[in-house]
Nanobody, 126 residues
Framework: QVQLVESGGGLVQAGGSLRLSCAAS????????MGWFRQAPGKEREFVGA????????YFGDSVKGRFTISRDNANNMVHLQMNSLKPEDTAVYYCAADSTSLYGVATLRNDYYYWGQGTQVTVSS
């Protein structure tokens, strides 16, 4: 069983930055690759980025490449999403998710992730 709790969302002006965090309650955090997704009103849930179990691989969706980074702290069961140069179109609920099937890489499909957090709202004003 994995419980995920996101934090760090809020309101920011375009061009600003936010850092989201996800705390995982799990016995062995390194058994999971971690991902971030987002969902805007009326839209499908979209892959944002992911990080492998040992942080050796990260991958991002095209819409955030070059602006967002992901890191993880395996000692403290945390994963972070650093979001820079935010745009109004980044406004969404952001979800943290855990994937137990990717051994060395990352997954980008929603169905590859079994455990999900409740989400945190990010609003970017123009």
């Amino acid at each position: 069983q994995v419980q995920l709790v996101e934090s760090g969302g809020g309101l920011v002006q375009a061009g600003g930055s936010l850092r989201l965090s996800c705390a995982a309650s799990v016995r062995t955090f390194t058994n999971y690759a971690m991902g971030w997704f987002r969902q805007a009103p009326g839209k499908e849930r979209e892959f944002v980025g992911a990080i492998s179990r040992n942080s050796g691989t990260t991958y991002f969706g095209d819409s955030v490449k070059g602006r967002f980074t992901i890191s993880r702290d395996n000692a403290n069961n945390m994963v972070h999403l650093q979001m820079n140069s935010l745009k109004p179109e980044d406004t969404a609920v952001y979800y943290c998710a855990a994937d137990s099937t990717s051994l060395y890489g990352v997954a980008t499909l929603r169905n590859d992730y079994y455990y999900w957090g409740q989400g945190t709202q990010v609003t970017v004003s123009s």
